[in-house]
C-alpha cells in the first residue's frame, strides 16, 4: 500500500517520475482520490511553500517541485473531472493590463494549484474586461491580479472598480501582489487581499474564501 507522506516527500524533492508511480499506484490500489490529492500532493506543495517563504527554497526548486505536482496531477484531474469533485475554488489570475512579467505570477499559480485551486491563467497584459468576462463565465471565487511596473499598478484599480460596477464585489475577491505592490495600496484601491510570496498568495487566498 503506498504510503501517501512518500508521495508528498518526492514531490518535495522534485521527484516527478516517482511521484507519477506512486499516484498510479495509490489510484490502482484503490485509494481515494480526494485523499491522494491532499495528503500526497498538497502536503507536499505546501512544505515547498513553506521552505520558500523561509528562503530555504529558491526558485529553480520551487519550479521543480511544481512540475512533480503537475506529473501526479496529470493522472487524478481526469478523474476529478468525470466524478466533479471540485477544488477549493476558481482563480483567475493574471498580470495586469501593461505589463509583461510573469514570472512571479507563473509561481503563484503553481502555489495556487499546489494548495488545490483551479487555476485559469490569463498571461501577462490582461484587460479589466478580459478578468472581468472570464471571472463571469467560469463563475471565479477569485481574481488574482500580478504587477511588476509601477505604472501598470493604476490597472490593478481599473480590475477593482469593474469588479464594482458589474455588482460581483463581495462574490468574486481579488487579491493583488508584485513587487511593487504593498497592503497599504490594496487598501487604497479596496482588493479583498495582498500578499507578498507566491506561498502567502495560496495561504491569502484559502484565508479569503472562508470569509
Ligand atoms: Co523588467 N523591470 N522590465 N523585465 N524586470 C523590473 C520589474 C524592474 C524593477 C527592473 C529595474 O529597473 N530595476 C523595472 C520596474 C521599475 C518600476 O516600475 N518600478 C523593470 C522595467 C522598467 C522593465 C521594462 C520597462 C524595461 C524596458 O523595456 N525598458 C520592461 C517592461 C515590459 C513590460 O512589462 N511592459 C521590462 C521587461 C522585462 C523582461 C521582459 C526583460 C523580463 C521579464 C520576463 C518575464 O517575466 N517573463 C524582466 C525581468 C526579469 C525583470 C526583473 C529583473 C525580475 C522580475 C522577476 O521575475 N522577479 C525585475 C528587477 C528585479 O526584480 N530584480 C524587473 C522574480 C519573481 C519571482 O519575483 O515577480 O516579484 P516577482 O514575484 C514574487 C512576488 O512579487 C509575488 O510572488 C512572487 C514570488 O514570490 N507576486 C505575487 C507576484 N505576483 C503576485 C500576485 C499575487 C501575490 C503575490 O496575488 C495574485
Known amino acids: 500500500m503506498v504510503e501517501l507522506k512518500e508521495i508528498a516527500e518526492r514531490l518535495i524533492g522534485g521527484k516527478s517520475d516517482e511521484v507519477r508511480n506512486l499516484v498510479k499506484k ?3 490500489e484503490g485509494q481515494d482520490v480526494r485523499k491522494i490529492l ?3 500532493l498538497v502536503a507536499g506543495m505546501s512544505v515547498v ?3 520558500f517563504k523561509k528562503y530555504e527554497f529558491y526558485v529553480p526548486e520551487v519550479l521543480i517541485a511544481a512540475g ?3 506529473a501526479g496531477m ?3 484531474r481526469p478523474i476529478m473531472v468525470e466524478r466533479d469533485i471540485k477544488g477549493l475554488g476558481t482563480v483567475v489570475l493574471g498580470t495586469v493590463r501593461g505589463d509583461l512579467h510573469d514570472i512571479g505570477k507563473n509561481l503563484v499559480r503553481m502555489m495556487l494549484e499546489g494548495a488545490g485551486f483551479e487555476v485559469i491563467d490569463l498571461g501577462v497584459d490582461v484587460s479589466s474586461e478580459k478578468f472581468i468576462q472570464v471571472a463571469k463565465e467560469k463563475n471565479a471565487d477569485l481574481v488574482g491580479l500580478s504587477a511588476l511596473l509601477t505604472t501598470a499598478m493604476l490597472s490593478m484599480k481599473d480590475v477593482v472598480g469593474a469588479v464594482q460596477k458589474e455588482g460581483l464585489k463581495g462574490k468574486v475577491k481579488i487579491i493583488i ?3 511593487p505592490v504593498t497592503q497599504d495600496y490594496a487598501n487604497e484601491i479596496g482588493a479583498d487581499g495582498y500578499a507578498p510570496d507566491a506561498a502567502s498568495a495560496a495561504d491569502k487566498a484559502k484565508e479569503l474564501l472562508k470569509s
Do not use: P, R, S, Y
Open 177 to 179: 501582489g508584485g513587487a
Open 49 to 51: 511553500g513553506d521552505k
Open 26 to 28: 495509490a489510484l490502482d
Open 38 to 40: 491532499n495528503e500526497g
Open 68 to 70: 512533480a505536482m503537475k
Open 74 to 76: 496529470q493522472l487524478l
